[in-house]
């Protein structure tokens, strides 16, 4: 072969390569804005296989009404994601080479369309590798290591909260799966303590225990991991639907006993003794600085903070555990003290109490 048919093969392979057109799952995720906190991608031959389906099923009458058909496009199509942003708003993108005649959706390119909710709106076409303001989940650098699940693993999901980053995956047929929940090492602790927890109620629910059984927890540096290890004989959809509803059932707080204290300055307001409303935000919390605590370690890392004695103004027990103010894990009274102190006008103190989690918002008025 000539020196030029050589440079021309080359000239050619490399054109191909800088003008590839992106596989499916690409063209989908594309279209999801950099700015979502949750994404969520999926094969729709996975969603659609009997497991998967039945699951489906189950989680459906959470979705707005209007959705129903765009959750039937997804089943039917190759392709679907889902964004959803800091604010709550969520867009849905499908690949799809069927036909769609669903009214929630619209169509953004060719095979591609997009259902919206809030103010949620799709990347526009074009756009990939652009800025994180502009471009998609692909270009940020918050979903970078979620990546390559996001656009390979028949069910992937990642989600980036201040301080915590979530990656999971999974498949149908055979039902396999992992999540991986990264956060601070001094934290670390805390969240390995909240997932076997978690996976302890499993193991005592008839419908999730054959579940608990086969998730191995394991605890490197920041990075906790349970992963489902190996065949399980039970129903998806019964475990899902046990789940969501404890997420979903009423009145958690009146489960973990908060009362509102009684009305004295600077509370002037309470709502289901989680929800104080203060003339000062500084005077409210005062006590709850000068309060003696004991710090608690597990597994060589501060798990939180307990109180030795009520705080009674905030509606504080003695036993009560602090474990963060505005989402940041708490170590040490100082630390306390400090993060109340830059709290500005509003904050918030996640306490645990008889094993359960509540947050104790406390707004200046």
């Not at 054109?15 to 499916?24: I, Q, Y």
């Not at 920041?222 to 998806?236: K, S, W």
């Not at 005062?286 to 009520?310: C, K, M």
Request: glycine share 8%.
């Amino acid at each position: 072969m000539s020196p030029r048919a050589v440079c021309v093969l080359v000239l050619a392979a490399s054109a191909a390569c800088h003008g590839r057109t992106p596989p499916p799952r690409e063209r989908v995720l594309a279209r999801i804005p950099g700015a979502s906190q949750v994404v969520f991608a999926a094969d729709g031959p996975a969603l659609a296989g009997p497991r998967m389906r039945a699951v489906v099923d189950v989680l459906r009458p959470r979705w707005p009404a209007r959705f129903g058909c765009v959750i039937d496009t997804a089943l039917a199509g190759d392709h679907a994601a889902v964004g959803i942003s800091a604010t709550r708003d969520m867009i849905v993108v499908i690949a799809t080479r069927a036909a769609v005649t669903c009214p929630g959706l619209s169509k953004i390119g060719d095979g591609l369309w997009a259902a919206t909710l809030g103010a949620g709106a799709p990347t526009p076409a074009g756009t990939v590798g652009a800025s994180s303001s502009t471009g998609s989940v692909l270009d940020v650098a918050t979903h970078a290591r979620a990546r390559s699940y996001l656009t390979t693993a028949p069910l992937a999901a990642s989600i980036v909260l201040p301080g915590v980053t979530l990656l999971a995956t999974a498949s149908a047929e055979p039902l396999e799966g992992w999540l991986a929940i990264e956060t601070e090492e001094i934290a670390s602790a805390l969240a390995e303590q909240r997932v076997r927890g978690i996976v302890d109620r499993l193991a005592r629910t008839e419908t999730t225990a054959a579940f608990a059984a086969a998730i191995a927890i394991s605890h490197d540096g920041p990075q906790v991991i349970a992963r489902l290890t190996g065949p399980v004989d039970a129903d998806l959809a019964a475990a899902v639907r046990t789940i969501a509803e404890w997420y979903t059932a009423p009145a958690v707080r009146t489960a973990v006993g908060f009362v509102c204290p009684p009305l004295a300055p600077p509370i002037i307001g309470c709502t289901n003794g989680t929800s104080l409303t203060v003339t000062s935000l500084a005077s409210a919390v005062a006590p709850l600085v000068a309060a003696n605590v004991t710090v608690v370690i597990e597994n060589q890392r501060v798990a939180w903070l307990r109180l030795d004695g009520a705080v009674p103004s905030l509606g504080l027990r003695r036993g009560d555990l602090l474990l963060a103010v505005d989402g940041r894990h708490l170590t040490s009274l100082a630390q306390l003290g400090e993060q109340l102190r830059l709290a500005g006008h509003t904050t918030t103190v996640t306490i645990q109490r008889d094993a359960v989690t509540a947050t104790l918002e406390i707004a200046e008025r």
